[in-house]
């Protein structure tokens, strides 16, 4: 994951926090995502991605020598948060290259393992920007959010990941002096987990304690984790898929140590600030086992629509999240959970109570404030996060298959993958192409992204909105988008024309010059 480079001496741009490097020249991957208004109007934005920096090479700010190797530091260099954090640096990323990340018009294509000169990278976890030194934020509540998805190309045991994360938009520069790297360098890293596997945090380094994983070579944790709340949008493969608050009780980025972290990984899971488990809605685990994959209801094996509508009461508290579908030109509402005693397809507070009831869960959700406390994050700016990864802790059963394993109880069932599978030496071997699509995203006021929500109490057809772009080649009068046909171009250097395909093909790099509709 993290590349090897020969050169001469850094260049740093502090010497006395954490640093910054510039052996590799940081240019962001460019793309464009789109406001949208209640007249059923969209307008395009141009955007930029960075990468997180626990990605990122980690090196000697006075040479090319590693300072993080495989997953454990070097002490030669270093031995304490403060001195790793004043000898050590981040530097800039060949996102394509060395991490398989690729843009083009309005998509981001994340790929899962990609082999460069000096390292294998596995995964990614990017970030969408507001400019150079920012990350885009969203205020969700009262809102919709809205993207397109290809996840017909990763399978079991993988998680193409899109949510929301109450980060700081300058990745913590303003609040931590020493952190001279920020949002460019995508510093400032927190969710309900409260991770433990952050090389830096508030600033500082996080070798203090550091223990190597024993199944990942290119993971381990610290003393310190970093907390916020989380809104889980997306978390899906093409065999099953959940959407998730976590709330927790301290909203912005903190900073967290040892056990009480709580997450996965302390001793007490749910001893933190945070809720790890949050209320989730998996089809599957709701009992409607042909909703969502292959030639389903929302059929996997092509790109889709995902609407996530987050509705507030008379008092302004979150009461609901709605999720809708969009595909092959229709709505398709969430599906019904089917389980006896959780009626509904929506996330409410009675229905959370009721599923943690009915399947034996911890009520932690409630615990840490419930869908209230969640609406107090989602009114605050959140930072919007696209990712892929594998899990090395319980190889993403939770997710697409039975957990825990041995269990027949009802809730159990979460997936149609085998209790076997999603072991990450096994699919990083076997299917390291795996890649996941975003596009196409939206936000904008309830029922404004795709036009016909307001009326959508079954198949509705969806009707397309109008987009407009603020780049210097728009023209004056909207323009419908009904989308570029198969093999024709979408993207590429040079290239201004329309960049979102007609259903079911996706925009597929070819070369810097030339994607088509594939």
Sequence with gaps: MYAKFTALAALVASATAQQVCTLTTETHPTMSWSTCTGNGSCTSKSAAVTIDANWRWTHSTSAATNCYDGNTWNTAICNSDATCATKCCVDGSDYSSTYGITTSGNALNLKFVTKGSYSTNIGSRTYLMASDTAYQTFQLLGNEFTFDVDVSNIGCGLNGALYFVSMDADGGVAKYPNNK????????????????????????ANIDGWVGSSNDA???????????????????????????PHPCTEIGQTRCQGDACGGTYSSDRYGGVC????????????????????????????????VTQFLKDAAGDLSEIKRFYVQDGKIIPNSESIIPGIPGNTITQDWCDKQKSVFGDTTDFSKKGGMK????????????????WDDHAVNMLWLDSTFPTDSTALGTARGACATTSGVPSDVEAQVPNSNVIY?????????STV??????????????????????AATATPTVTTGVDHWGQCGGIG????????????????NPYYSQCL
């Design 181 to 204: 790297a920020g949002a460019k360098y995508g510093t400032g890293y927190c969710d309900a987990q409260c991770p433990r596997d952050l090389k830096f945090i508030n600033g500082e």
């Design 218 to 244: 290119n993971a381990g944790s610290g003393n310190y984790g970093s907390c916020c709340s989380e809104m889980d949008i997306w978390e899906a493969n093409k065999m099953a898929a959940a959407f998730t």
């Design 275 to 306: 809720d790890p488990d949050g209320c989730d809605f998996n089809s599957y685990r709701q009992g409607d086992t042909e909703f969502y994959g292959p030639g389903k209801k929302v059929n996997t094996n092509s790109k889709f629509t995902v």
């Design 373 to 388: 406390q969640m609406g107090k994050a989602l009114a605050a700016p959140m930072v919007l996060v696209m990712s892929i």
């Design 439 to 447: 596009s196409n995203i939206r936000f904008g006021p309830i029922n």
């Design 451 to 472: 036009a016909g929500l307001a009326n959508a109490g079954g198949n509705t057809p969806a009707v397309s909105v109008k987009t407009t772009s603020t780049s210097a």
């Design 495 to 510: 290239y201004s024309g329309a960049t979102v395909c007609k259903s079911p093909w996706v925009c597929t790099v070819s």
